[in-house]
């Protein structure tokens, strides 16, 4: 999703202010930067530098990203390394780089960009922490003048053969005074900038005042002398040409004659898959440490970053990728669009070129404190109680990526991660790989099977253990609507269950969700809605608690899955409900959903207040005397609006017609009228506690005072009754809670069991006729 700035005519973003600032930021920590990886690497010095330059002017421009910054990288120091001594030169180091660029435009064209996504989040979580450790660790040194191992340099085990835990111990005896004390004010300055208000809403940003310093300090300490000096190599070393000729004398070109050689293409081959892999999860690192959230495309990033290396390979320069390090100082520095990097390399050239002497004075201590405190916003605490927060399963994978990448190096560190993470994924496959639910429908019980959503052969012992433990005549369900990918080897223990084993024991197996690629057919065996010989063999007290069931179900979120496409096509032959329900036309009160039933299951009469006429007496009538339906519910509900205004008007001057302007609605508050008491109009000033216990208590009797009516008026249904063949209840459902209570002195033709179908009270069910 691209939620950049406007655009210029160009194509490009428009400049902001920050990005000036950031740009130089990003510049004056990236000098020492690419040295470092250069110097740790092996490499000529300069070859950093241009690196860092096309990070930023070439892979800059064409990237999607607006806060990645790329260079030379940490991480590639080891794959460097190791490739200059197997292929012997630098030179044709530099032609394996191009052929590295190569690839990677080709990755990127085939949209190969987005193995990202298969990282887990808690692994990216952890890449950003630990490289704010290794900052922290690695520029504590730095900032008290020990400079022994080249900045830059991120990998436990260091070229000058100490590891990182190893180099804090050396300090105490390599202290530099005036470095040390630069280090320190440099921090401070850091710390307190961003605590008063007055100074951070300045647009001079704290990183240049903090370079400045520096420079100031080292100047004064050199003059004093002694102890104070700051040596040449406490400070920024970028090469120095004495002229035009010497300078571009730095560049080395690529040997394209070593194309002939194969050790080339596996070289470039290592190199663009390495740098490739680390751009990416720096690229979705850095995507979520954006404070505007944007999304960069990440297959357009493997052509832009195969564009700079192909150059990078052909002057001299060493792999590019995109670097944690220098983006996420972009954004701390408030860069909003990708001129900040470009900005950055113009930095680079200009000062490389006219003012490398200038670039020489700053100390790496300044420096050092700048890389220190983005490290200790990259691992801050927040970060670790967050991970802790979502489980074991998201905080060790967390904790394992941050140990290997400190004890390790960049690339090793996120294996390792991803490993543990998997190992977690894996475990839960073994231990939770089915979802099993048992489901009564109209039917009978079905074992319903829900796959998840990636189901391997790993999941191969569980299925059959869970195929192999169902009774003989059962109905089992096995879904797999939610999976996207399904081992060919679960397909066929189902198939073989669904064949050869179920068959033999009577057992039913349905089957839904599987597509087309796989060899098995959708199939639903079980009975899912009411038929005629479903209808034949139910009493209605199997009805009542059919419907009682379906309730619970939708009151505690746990609906029964249906095909409602085949119900459709089942039904429309022929209907055969179980029950005949009156309830109020309020939006609230879906008979069908209330109690979690599908198509053809029940005849549905609605009517404000579920008052009973004529008319519905003839629907009943015939949705019992001739569909066959077993019983008949009077179904009210809490907070009726037909209710509560009849309460309203009950006894007043003018009715409810002129009242409300509408003609008919007296016909419907004069059915409840009767089941207001003379005392039950709260008049006057009452309270609203009051009110709604009025209205609540008018609910009731409305319900009994239908159940009461439909029994004297219809013979059909009253002598359907007294044969046993239905029954008659009352109910009311609870807006609030979800839950109906069938009322026991609304029930006839039938005894509640004790405590049963969520009623009100235990006692035995009178007859509502004579009562």
């Known amino acids: 999703m691209d939620r950049s700035l406007p655009r210029s005519s160009f194509g490009f973003p428009q400049i902001h202010a920050g990005d000036w600032t950031a740009g130089l930021v990003v510049f004056l920590v990236a000098v020492p930067l690419c040295l470092g990886v250069a110097l740790a690497s092996g490499t000529p010095l300069f070859s950093g530098l241009i690196a860092g330059i096309l990070g930023g002017l070439v892979v800059g421009a064409i990237s ?73 660790l690695k520029q504590i040194p730095h900032l008290f003048g020990h400079d022994t191992d080249p900045e830059g340099e991120m990998s436990f085990f260091q070229p000058d053969r100490e590891t990182t835990f190893s180099e804090l111990l050396r300090i105490s005896g390599d202290i530099n005074t005036g470095a040390a004390v630069i280090g320190v004010l440099s921090v401070l300055t850091l710390v307190l900038w961003d605590r008063f208000e007055s100074l951070k809403k300045r647009k001079f940003p704290s990183a240049l005042a903090v370079i400045l310093l520096g420079v100031v300090l080292s100047t004064v300490f050199n003059s004093l002398g ?81 564009v700079g290396n192909m150059i990078a390979g052909a002057i001299g320069g060493i792999t590019i990728t995109s670097v944690i390090v220098r983006s996420s100082l972009n954004i701390n520095a408030g860069a909003k669009t990708r001129w900040a990097a470009i900005i950055h390399s113009l930095f680079l050239i200009v000062c490389i070129m006219f003012l490398p002497a200038w670039l020489n004075r700053i100390p790496l201590a300044s420096l050092a404190a700048i890389l220190f405190i983005t490290g200790c916003k990259l691992a801050s605490p927040q970060i670790f109680l967050e991970m802790k927060s979502g489980g074991l399963r998201q905080f060790l994978p967390f904790l394992a990526t941050i ?37 009564n429908h109209i039917g009978g019980e079905v074992l319903h099977i829900e796959l998840s959503e990636q189901v391997s052969f790993l999941n191969k012992a569980s299925l059959e253990k869970v195929l192999k433990e169902l009774p003989d005549g059962s109905q089992v369900l096995i879904d797999a609507r939610n999976s996207r990918y399904i081992d060919s080897d679960i397909l066929n223990v189902i198939q073989d269950f669904k064949t050869h084993v179920a068959p033999k024991h009577g057992i039913q197996v349905s089957l839904d969700g599987f597509r087309d690629m796989y060899s098995l057919e959708d199939e639903i065996l079980y009975v899912d809605y009411a038929t005629r010989e479903l209808q034949n063999q139910m009493t209605p007290a199997q009805v009542l608690g059919i419907l009682m069931e379906g309730n619970e179900r939708f009151r505690t979120g746990h609906r029964l899955s249906r095909d409602l496409n085949r119900q459709v096509v089942a039904t429309a032959v022929g ?82 017609s002129e009242i409300t302007g509408c003609q008919h609605l007296d016909h419907i508050l004069k059915r409840i009228d009767d089941s207001i008491e003379p005392e039950g109009r709260p008049g006057g000033a009452v309270s609203q506690a009051k009110s709604e216990s009025v209205v609540d208590e008018v609910i009731r009797r409305n319900v ?14 009253r002598k359907m009754v007294e044969e046993g063949k239905i029954a008659v209840v009352g109910a009311v459902y609870d807006v609030t809670t979800g839950e109906i209570a069938i009322l026991p002195e609304a029930c006839a033709g039938m005894t509640l069991p004790a405590g049963g179908f969520g009623s009100e009270s235990s006692s035995p069910a009178v007859n509502p006729v004579a009562s």
Not at 604 to 626: C, F, Q
């Open 704 to 717: 009994v005072h239908s159940v009461r009516y439909i029994l004297e008026e219809s013979l059909t249904i």
């Open 403 to 439: 140990a290997a990448i400190v004890g390790t190096d960049l690339l090793t560190g996120i294996i390792i991660g991803m490993v543990v993470s998997l190992g977690f994924i894996l475990h839960e496959n073994l231990n939770r790989p089915l979802k099993l639910i048992h489901e």
């Open 575 to 656: 209907q055969h409900p179980l029950a005949v329900i009156l309830s109020c036309i309020d939006s609230r009160s879906p008979a069908e959903l209330l109690f979690d039933l599908g198509l053809g299951d029940i005849f549905s009469i609605r009517v404000a207040g579920n008052v009973v006429g004529p008319k519905v007496l003839a629907s009943m009538e015939y949705g019992t005397a001739v569909a066959g339906a077993r019983l008949i519910m009077v179904l009210g509900h809490t907070k009726c609006g037909a209710v509560t205004a009849a309460v309203q008007f009950h006894g007043g001057e003018k009715t409810a």
């Open 226 to 306: 002694g102890r104070w000096t700051i040596q040449a190599s406490h400070m920024v070393q970028v090469p120095v040409a004495a002229n035009l000729k010497e300078f571009f004398g730095f560049f080395r070109m690529a040997d394209f004659s070593a194309l002939a050689n194969p050790a080339v293409y596996l070289a470039g081959l290592t190199i663009a898959l390495v740098a490739s892999l680390e751009t990416l999860l720096n690229l979705e690192a850095v995507d979520k440490i954006d404070p505007e959230r944007r999304t960069s495309p990440p297959n357009r990033e493997l052509v832009a970053q195969g």
């Open 64 to 136: 999607g990203s607006h806060t990645s910054v790329s260079g030379p990288s940490p991480g590639q120091v080891a794959v460097l390394a190791a490739q200059l001594a197997y292929l012997g030169s630098f030179e044709t180091l530099l032609a394996a780089i191009f052929v590295a660029g190569v690839i990677q435009v080709i990755l990127g064209l085939m949209k190969s960009g987005a193995i990202a996504v298969f990282v887990p989040n808690n692994v990216i979580q952890g890449l950003l922490a630990a490289i704010g450790i290794i900052l922290i």
